[in-house]
């Protein structure tokens, strides 16, 4: 689901955010003064992720009847589900 939205650079930038999280809490606790900046880029890269995110249903378009329509990656097969069909008894 997530290449099929592509989404892939928001799960990067997300997973960027936590890593430099880890990264200043390693850095508070041996005390080292500039580790307050990582935790200020891994907010940013929390929210900028998030919004990332939200971009694809908030910008999907909308047909006639007002339904949503999310614009996919066109080069990813998605499988389809067939319904089983029982045969009718009487």
Avoid: C, H, R
Wanted: net charge negative; charged share 20%.
């Amino acid at each position: 689901m997530i290449k099929l939205l592509k989404l892939q650079k928001a799960v990067f930038v997300l997973i960027a955010g936590v890593l430099s999280f880890i990264a200043y809490k390693i850095l508070d606790a041996n005390e080292v003064k500039g580790s307050i900046y990582f935790q200020t880029l891994a907010g940013v890269l929390i929210i900028v992720g998030a919004l990332w995110l939200l971009y694809p249903i908030l910008f999907a378009k909308k047909d006639n009847d007002g339904n949503a329509e999310i614009i996919t990656d066109p080069t990813v097969e998605v499988p389809v589900d067939e319904e089983d069909q029982k045969p009718a008894t009487e």
